[in-house]
Each structure stands twice: as C-alpha cells, then as structure tokens.
C-alpha cells in the first residue's frame, strides 16, 4: 500500500460528479440543520470521523474520498466526493479536531441513495507561493456501505498515521460510535441522530498485503 475543523463547519465537502463539481458546506446553523434533516426524505446521511496520532500536522490539508453509484436512475450513476480537513495554520500546524484534544475531526454529508466506498485518502503539502508541493496517497484498501434514502448511516472512525514508517499501517478502521455521536449531538442539535444505523460487523478491506 502506498503512503499516499477545530469546529465542524470548518471543514469543506467537496461534491465532484462527471458532469459537475459543487462545494458543500457542513450545516450548522438551525435553519440549515432543520433543511438538511428534510433532505433525508430524498437522500441519507453519513456521519464518520478522523483520527491523526500526533497534535503535529505534517501536512497543510487532508482528504477522504468516497465513491460508488447511485441507485436513482434518474441521475447520473457515477459519483465520487472528497471530504476536505483542514489543521490550524497559524504559527505551527497543528490539529484541531473536536475530539480528543483536537486529534479528531468529526464530518456529515448528505448522499444520494447508492452503494459507496472510502478507497483511498490523501494527504496534501504547499509550498510557500501556494503550489502543490507534496501529494501523497494512502490507497489500497477499501469501506465499504450503502445508504438509503431517509436514513443516518455511522461510517466509522478512520485512523490515519500520517508519520508511518517503512511497513507501518497507514491506515486503519474502528468504531467509534458512541464518542462520535454524543459529539455530533451536541454539534449540531438540531437533527434528530437518535435512528443513524451503527453497522458494527463493517471492516476495512486491505487489497493487498502491504499495509
């Protein structure tokens, strides 16, 4: 395998289909929560989180990608979304999660009805004028899970160690789900998360044996 905010609405989703690209921001405030709870009746919800190992951020931004097909055949069928965290960047980079001390980010997204996976997530580095300086890409393993138009579905919790080594796992799966929720209840209130479904049999499939 190869190595490839501080508060919930710092962090950028990122909607890319074959025919469009579209910025969406994570709802906080009451209306937008309240809109997003009726979005359920067309789409589901994925709710999920990141945990790095160090408060010392080596790079400047980080990204989950998911993609799968949509079930809707009145819509496009490919579709593919990167989950953007971004560390605090002011004299030093640094990790400001809202868990653990600001090692662990929290993230939702709404998501049309389909079968998806998390194939890969990359890590990005700029440098001083803004240019892409380092991109590294962690892939080679796959998470697997469907939704379902009206339902809040857990991921999970993806632990990625961005100062792994030679032969090191770089990334690894577990479930957090009652961590995560409690946090995310207490985010963003008004959503009603007491029915997200807790998948607990869902594993990180490794590809190969190179972690």
Request: glycine letters at 6%.
């Amino acid at each position: 395998m190869k190595k490839t905010n501080s508060k919930i609405g710092k962090i950028i989703i990122l909607l890319i289909t074959i025919a469009s690209i579209q910025c969406c921001a994570v709802f906080s405030s009451s209306g937008e929560q309240k809109k997003q709870q009726k979005e359920t009746d067309i789409n589901g919800i994925i709710i999920g989180s990141l945990t790095f190992p160090d408060m010392k951020a080596r790079y400047d931004n980080y990204s989950i990608f998911v993609t799968g097909k949509y079930t809707d055949k009145n819509i496009l069928k490919e579709f593919k979304t990167e989950i953007r965290f971004y560390p605090e960047q002011t004299l030093r980079m640094r990790h400001a999660g809202d868990l653990d001390n600001g090692l662990t980010y929290l993230y939702t997204m709404k998501i049309p009805e389909g079968k998806y996976e998390i194939p890969y997530v990359s890590l990005y580095r700029y440098g001083v004028i803004g240019a892409l300086e380092k991109s590294v890409f962690a892939d080679g393993f796959s998470i697997p899970f469907e939704v379902k138009k009206g339902e809040i579905i857990y991921i999970g919790n993806i632990f990625l160690n961005e100062y792994a080594k030679k032969n090191d796992t770089i990334v690894s799966f577990r479930n957090n789900y009652e961590k995560d929720i409690d946090a995310i209840m207490s985010i963003l209130p008004g959503i009603d998360w007491s029915n997200t479904i807790n998948d607990i049999n869902r594993k990180i499939e490794y590809k190969n044996k190179d972690k």
